[in-house]
């Protein structure tokens, strides 16, 4: 399999990517962010129930809460400082051999060994390499022609990735 390709990666792509490689970012952003406000809730009833304010429960409820309702502020700045290199269009090219893949996008370069990978999938239109340790690479599917999938999906299966 030799495959190299050249496309423009836009923000909106960026995006979508993130979110292929990402697919519960929702869940990690608002299930602690509930949980917090219920907890935070619950403390303040506590504190605030009884004859007497406990102040130590009160501050304690303020904190969680504002936890709370500040989980998905910080998390949405986290997302946006991971995409921030892809702000402007920019030219990615990509190399995938029968060794491993490369690519180069908005001055960063990546080259991973086959067998660094340990999953490949087709998600929302992006493809997925997951790694081992590093994380996950992603890269439209609509840039490979039909010839150039399937000599890519025979490769990942034939590695050991693509499990379907």
Same mark, same amino acid.
């Given at each position: ?6 496309? *423009?990666y836009?923000p909106?792509m ?6 292929a490689?990402?697919?519960?970012? +929702? /869940?990690?952003? @608002?299930?602690p962010? $509930?949980l917090?406000?219920?907890l ?11 004859t007497?304010v406990? +102040? ?5 409820? *303020? *904190? *969680? ?5 500040? @989980?998905? /502020?910080?998390y ?5 400082r991971?995409?921030? +290199?892809?702000? =402007? ?10 060794? $491993?893949?490369?690519? =180069? ?8 060994? @086959? ?11 992006? @493809?997925?390499?997951?790694? =081992? ?6 890269? +439209?599917?609509? /840039?490979?022609?039909a010839?150039?999938t ?15």
């Amino acid at each position: 399999m030799d495959i190299s390709l050249s496309f *423009v990666y836009t923000p909106e792509m960026a995006r979508q990517s993130f979110r292929a490689c990402h697919p519960r970012t +929702p /869940v990690a952003r @608002w299930l602690p962010a $509930g949980l917090y406000v219920v907890l935070g809730i619950l403390a303040l009833i506590e504190a605030l129930g009884g004859t007497h304010v406990d +102040p130590v429960g009160l501050a304690v409820g *303020v *904190v *969680v809460l504002l936890l709370g309702l500040g @989980w998905p /502020v910080f998390y949405a700045r986290r997302v946006a400082r991971a995409l921030r +290199p892809y702000a =402007e269009p920019t030219t990615a090219k990509i190399a995938l051999t029968d060794s $491993g893949y490369a690519g =180069e996008s908005s001055g960063r370069a990546v080259s991973r060994l @086959w067998p660094t990978f340990k999953s490949a999938a087709l998600v929302r239109g992006f @493809w997925v390499l997951k790694t =081992e340790s590093e994380g996950t690479l992603a890269f +439209p599917a609509s /840039v490979l022609d039909a010839a150039q999938t399937e000599a890519f999906r025979a490769a990942m299966r034939e590695k050991g990735l693509l499990k379907r």
